[in-house]
Each structure stands twice: as C-alpha cells, then as structure tokens.
C-alpha cells in the first residue's frame, strides 16, 4: 500500500506562482514514473507533466514553458512549480505514482487562479 498526500495548493492571482509537493509513503520498493493530473470542473481529468525515473519530463502544451515537474527521490516526493499561473489553470491537482504495476493516486489539492 502506497500513500501519496498532495500539499500547496491555494489561491493565487493570475500571474502568480505556487510549488505543489507530493510525498509518498508506504509500502515502496521503487517508483518510476511520478505525475501531476488535473481536472477543472466539468472537464476530463487531463495529464499535466510527468517525470520518469531517469529525470525525463514531458508536459501539456497549455503548461509547457510555465510548469515544471521535479522529484526526489530520496524522499519519494514529487514537485511541481508553477509560474504564470492563469485562471484556465484553475482545478483539483492529483498526483500519482507508479509503484511496481499499480498507479497510485493522491486525493487532490485545490488551485483556484482568479483575481
């Protein structure tokens, strides 16, 4: 069992900037690829960026240029920097984990851009 707790979420002005950390805990041999998700209301839960083991990243294009996923692994954490933030990135971010053959998902963090 794998636990993934998201924290740094919040209200921020369009424009602004905020660090969303998951850590995770548990029951944890090794994990490869770490991600961010989001879903804004009424919408599909979307792939934000994601990190692989090896340090690779890959980005939406609504992001790219503006986000930016990193991980520790010493401390099983995952991070993602968020600048220029505009209100379309308003949503209910998620991280998750691959652990062995099971994706781990956390409960979300709130991030409301708006003025």
């Known amino acids: 069992q794998v636990q993934l707790v998201e924290s740094g979420g919040g209200l921020v002005q369009p424009g602004g900037s905020l660090r969303l950390s998951c850590a995770a805990s548990?029951?944890?041999?090794?994990?490869?690829?770490m991600a961010w998700h989001r879903q804004a209301p009424g919408k599909q839960r979307e792939l934000v960026a994601v990190?692989?083991?090896?340090?690779?990243?890959n980005y939406a294009e609504s992001v790219k240029g503006r986000f930016t996923i990193s991980r520790d692994n010493a401390k099983n954490t995952v991070y993602l920097q968020m600048n220029s933030l505009k209100p379309e990135d308003t949503a209910v971010y998620y991280c998750?984990?691959?652990?062995?053959?099971?994706?781990?998902w956390g409960r979300g963090t709130q991030v409301t851009v708006s003025s």
């Open positions: 998750a984990a691959a652990v062995g053959r099971v994706d781990y």
């Open positions: 548990g029951s944890i041999n090794s994990i490869a690829n």
């Open positions: 990190i692989s083991s090896g340090g690779t990243t």
